[in-house]
């Protein structure tokens, strides 16, 4: 079960930025070229800078896609031509914390929004350009034009609470990230996809995914710092990479049978103690599950629950000595029936007995010496060890009394005999 992927999970858990983030939802495939890779990678990549604006020609597009731009005005409205191109796109990150920017508007011409691009800014509404083949804006939030992505909430839109419109089946990389003003959020049953940092860094508390939700990306919920329990819809098959990393407030996850594989780093810095594994499940990643942020802290209270000789088993004491790696977690073993009773009627009793209280800032695991079922067996077994100790104590102390006394019983009659004698 163990593998090198384990030093891939490291670097991903790691890190706070977000380049790992796949291509644009309206991304179209790539063009066969009879020019090496090397040579198509150089001309993709080659950045001119003119004025305000960085940018490259992608020929996949057919025009400039701008990758770095400080614009000095609030209100961006974002150029359809640049150096006689035709703007056609945006970078990854092209805004990434720009706290200054209130408002952006597209132009017809662009064609592609980056992951992310708008990321820890201070946007609080879209504008879309009339006749956008592409794009369109409600309410200040930008969506596909046929409605079926969502691909932007205004990160510093002052909004506690959103519903998503009905139809939507796919939430684009980041759409939520960094919202810190929207306390309530109401998913339609239309949605399918999740993508890669869709909630990370938001306030949101509680957070029901429908039963439709068939993929969520890697860091889709990372470092939701009040989120404190979460469901798995059933027809999810994984749990990428640091899906929950850093949401350091959740306790309570409920995983679906039907689930494969938790990733690597998949709950690393949450609050989860204990949980039940699926009769499906058949590979857990490398500090999937009991580990603190940083991949090396390990919590020693937590508790799985899962089939005898499954990987849940193995998981809770994996180890390998290449990379200093030893899990050393309670396991408790279920029948099937018993795990699927535990996934479908949300039985708590077991489960999260003895889960610590966690803080918003971190999860406290110094002071954390056990805190599950099996100990509270030990503590019973021990009294009761204490118990029929003092009673045999209790006991040798008795005989040892009788004996005393019927010892000094015979020795009164003998004296007496020997009295009996001289007289």
């Known amino acids: ?23 644009p939802v309206f991304a179209e495939t790539q063009p066969e070229t009879t020019e090496s890779a090397t040579e198509t990678t150089a001309k993709k990549t080659e950045e001119i800078t003119s004025g305000e604006y960085t940018y490259h020609i992608d020929e996949e597009y057919g025009g400039a896609v701008i990758t770095q731009y400080k614009p000095k005005d609030k209100n961006v ?27 952006v508007t597209i132009p017809v011409s662009l064609c592609h ?34 409605g079926i992505a969502l691909v932007a909430y205004p990160p510093a839109k002052a909004d506690t609470s959103y519903t998503v419109p009905d139809g939507v089946e796919e939430l684009y990389h980041g759409c939520f990230a960094s ?6 959020l109401e998913l339609p049953d239309s949605i399918i996809y999740i993508d890669s940092w869709a909630f990370a860094y938001t306030i949101l508390e509680k957070l029901e995914l429908p039963d439709n939700v068939k993929e969520i990306g890697a860091y889709s919920f990372a470092y939701m710092k009040r989120l404190t329990d979460i469901k798995l819809p059933p027809q999810i098959i994984n749990i990428p990479s640091a899906a ?70 193995t998981y809770s004491n994996d180890k390998d ?3 200093n ?48 079922s099996a100990f509270t067996w030990k503590v019973i077994i021990m009294a009761l060890g204490a118990v029929v100790l003092c009673g045999g104590i209790g006991a040798v102390a008795v005989s040892a009394n009788k004996n005393k006394a019927a010892g000094s019983n015979n020795k009164a009659e003998k004296n007496a005999d020997t009295d009996d004698k001289k007289e």
Not at 118 to 145: I, N, R
Not at 179 to 184: F, Q, Y
């Open 77 to 103: 409205v974002l150029p359809a031509e640049i150096d006689g191109n035709t703007v056609v796109g945006l970078g990854d990150f092209i805004f990434d914390r720009q706290s200054n920017i209130e408002t």
């Open 179 to 184: 919202n810190t003003h929207l306390t309530e």
């Open 321 to 323: 000595e290449e990379y």
């Open 325 to 372: 790696y030893k899990n050393n977690f309670t396991f408790i073993s279920k029948t099937s029936a018993q795990i699927k009773a535990m996934l479908s009627d949300g039985s708590e009793d077991e489960t999260n007995g003895g889960t610590q209280e966690a803080t918003e800032k971190k999860v406290i695991v110094k002071e954390e010496k056990t805190s599950n």
């Open 1 to 23: 079960m163990f593998s090198k992927k384990k030093f891939i999970s490291f670097i991903l858990c790691g890190m706070l930025s977000v380049s790992c983030m796949s291509m």
């Open 244 to 313: 929950f990393a850093g949401s350091s407030n959740l306790v309570n996850v409920t995983l679906n049978e039907g689930l494969v594989e938790i990733g690597q780093g998949a709950f690393a810095g949450t609050a989860v103690r204990s949980i039940v594994i699926p009769t499906t499940v058949n590979e857990i990643g490398y500090c999937a599950l009991g580990y603190a942020e940083n991949l090396k802290t390990s919590y020693s209270t937590l508790v799985i629950y899962g089939l005898s000789g499954s990987v849940a088993q």
């Open 113 to 146: 929004i980056g992951a992310s691009a708008f990321y820890g800014t201070g946007v609080k509404e879209f504008f879309v350009d009339a006749g956008h083949p592409m794009y369109k804006a409600e309410d200040g939030v930008l969506f596909s034009k046929d």
